[in-house]
Structures are given as structure tokens and as C-alpha cells.
């Protein structure tokens, strides 16, 4: 099947610092791609909607300016955590869709912040 | 607006039972996709058995097989000879509409085989 990555699959900052994740489609281009975040134990968040060529689309709650995502080109989306603080501490996981019915996920990221 | 309710937070088996992992879930989608997805340890996420809405034949994947009540909007998941491997988060999902990938989860279910 096709294969999407994340990078880092770990990371550990201090507070007030930036953080970049990136989540690639290896074998195919997405024209979009989704980001979510997951608290252990519990079910995955929809954050954001990251779009080629346009701005990303966030859900509700979701604060832009903290979460900044970039979709730089058809194989890449990046997500940005600003400013981190220790309540941002979660399980970052990207997906990108294939097809109307299939969808690729990345194999996370565990950010703690300090 | 769509959501996927899983009532189940624990659930255990034995290995080589069966075991039945339940799933509702509401849409103002017409046509719409329904999704289990395994999260293990490793937390990578892996299809188990999809489902598209207009398909009223119940899909299967080896041990794994659903059932799709549409009116009741019910999509449960059934095990069969369950084996170790099968020790994880189980997550029910649905997807539909105009952004298709966009995925709306249930609250997961810990699923754990025991010898």
C-alpha cells in the first residue's frame, strides 16, 4: 500500500519554542491532507484540513495562530507548533487520502514540551 | 455534521473466540464510508475492514467481518478466533460528503486477547 511519513516520530522542547513536523505521501501526491491530534488513550481529533495551494481549513477550537500549517507542495504538509507550553504535550498523526475510500496515515509524532 | 459513538471502552476475549465490537454512528450524508481501524502499541493506525454505505453486502476480511445495519446505523465488528496479535485500540470511523479522507472517530474500544 502506499506510505506516508512523519518527522520527527519524537520530539522534546522547551517551553515558548517552536516545533516542525512534517508528514510526507512517499508514492503519491495529495492534494490534501489531514491532521490530528491524540491524548493517550483516547480517540484521534480532527485539527485541520491541510490544502495544496490554499490555506489549511481548522476545526472549531482549533487556534490558527498556534497550529500553523503550510501545504508546500503535492507530497508535503508541515504543522507548526508555536510557542509550544506543556499542554500542547500530545500525539500528532497525519493522514493523507488516496482514494474516496482509502486513506494513509503517517506513523505520528510524540511531542512533549518541558 | 457527522459523529460515531462506540460504548465499549474494554473489551477482552480469549484467543481463538470471537468477539463483537459495537459502533453507531449519525450523518446527513447520503453517500458515506464507514472504517475500523486497529491502533496497536507502535499507535500506527491500520485499516481493519471498510464499508461503503450503498453496498448492503457486509464486508469481509479473513477473520474480520461487519455488520451494517443502515437504518439503525449500527456498524459492528466481529472477530473471529481471536488471536494475540489482535491485542489493541480499535476505532470505528466514518467519512463522507464533499471531503472524502476527513475522518470522524468514535472513542475507541481496548480490545485485549487473552491466552
Known amino acids: 500500500g502506499a506510505v506516508v511519513s512523519q518527522h520527527p516520530s519524537r520530539v522534546i522542547c522547551k517551553s515558548g519554542t517552536s516545533v516542525k513536523i512534517e508528514c510526507r505521501s512517499l508514492?503519491?501526491?495529495?492534494?490534501?491532507m489531514f491532521w490530528y491530534r491524540q491524548f493517550p488513550k483516547q480517540s484521534l481529533m480532527l485539527m485541520a484540513t491541510?490544502?495544496?495551494?490554499?490555506?489549511?481549513?481548522?476545526e472549531q477550537g482549533v487556534e490558527k495562530d498556534k497550529f500553523l500549517i503550510n501545504h508546500a507542495s503535492l507530497t508535503l504538509s508541515t504543522l507548526t507548533v508555536t510557542s509550544a507550553h506543556p499542554e500542547d504535550s500530545s500525539f500528532y498523526i497525519c493522514?493523507?487520502?488516496?482514494?474516496?475510500?482509502?486513506?494513509?496515515f503517517g506513523p505520528g509524532t510524540r511531542l512533549t514540551v518541558l | 455534521a457527522q459523529t460515531v459513538t462506540q460504548s465499549q471502552p474494554e473489551m477482552s476475549v480469549q484467543e481463538a473466540e470471537t468477539v463483537t465490537l459495537s459502533c453507531t454512528y449519525d450523518?446527513?450524508?447520503?453517500?458515506?464510508?464507514l472504517f475500523w481501524y486497529k491502533q496497536p502499541p507502535s499507535r500506527q493506525m491500520i485499516l481493519v475492514i471498510r464499508q461503503e454505505a450503498y453496498k448492503q453486502q457486509n464486508a469481509t476480511e479473513n477473520r474480520f467481518s461487519v455488520n451494517f445495519q443502515k437504518a439503525a446505523k449500527s456498524f459492528s465488528l466481529k472477530i473471529s478466533d481471536s488471536q494475540l496479535g489482535d491485542t489493541a485500540m480499535y476505532f470505528c470511523?466514518?467519512?463522507?460528503?464533499?471531503?472524502?479522507?476527513?475522518?470522524?472517530f468514535g472513542q475507541g474500544t481496548i480490545l485485549t486477547v487473552h491466552p
Open positions: 470511523a466514518s467519512s463522507g460528503g464533499t471531503s472524502y479522507g476527513k475522518l470522524t
Open positions: 491541510s490544502n495544496e495551494g490554499s490555506k489549511a481549513t481548522y
Open positions: 508514492d503519491f501526491q495529495a492534494t490534501t
Open positions: 493522514s493523507a487520502p488516496l482514494t474516496r475510500d482509502e486513506q494513509f
Open positions: 450523518t446527513s450524508e447520503s453517500n458515506y464510508y
